[in-house]
Nanobody
């Protein structure tokens, strides 16, 4: 199972930054990893996804320009960096992993149903 390292931390003000880490102990070398957010009473929404082999990432329009997703192969660690946080960024953040086919053209890469394994989630609150 994926394991979030650390936590979302204390509530932060709008305009602040967020950094999350996730251990992805999949035995395969080639797979897809992603970050999702679930606001209170809302569906789980995909924020960003990338292949562990590198290449283009997929970033949702809601966080494009503010979000960096990266994966470190040596330690099998997935990272999320978000800047210029907004109150609507608040929610539970989850890391996820799935097969490499998720990155193929035409696939709904940020659809949560495409992913098989999930981390336990951490609460992020952006508030003034």
């Amino acid at each position: 199972q994926l394991q979030l390292v650390g936590s979302g931390g204390a509530p932060g003000p709008p305009g602040g930054s967020l950094g999350l880490s996730c251990s992805v102990p999949w035995p395969r070398v080639d797979y897809s990893v992603a970050w999702f957010r679930q606001g209170s009473g809302q569906e789980r929404e995909g924020g960003a996804s990338v292949s562990t082999r590198g290449g283009l990432d997929h970033i949702d329009d809601s966080v494009k320009g503010r979000c960096i997703i990266s994966y470190e192969n040596t330690n099998k660690m997935l990272y999320l960096q978000m800047n210029m946080l907004k109150p609507e960024d608040s929610g539970m953040y989850y890391c996820a992993a799935g097969p490499p086919s998720i990155q193929a053209p035409g696939v709904r890469t940020l659809d949560s149903q495409m992913y098989k394994d999930w981390g336990q989630g951490t609460q992020v609150t952006v508030s003034s």
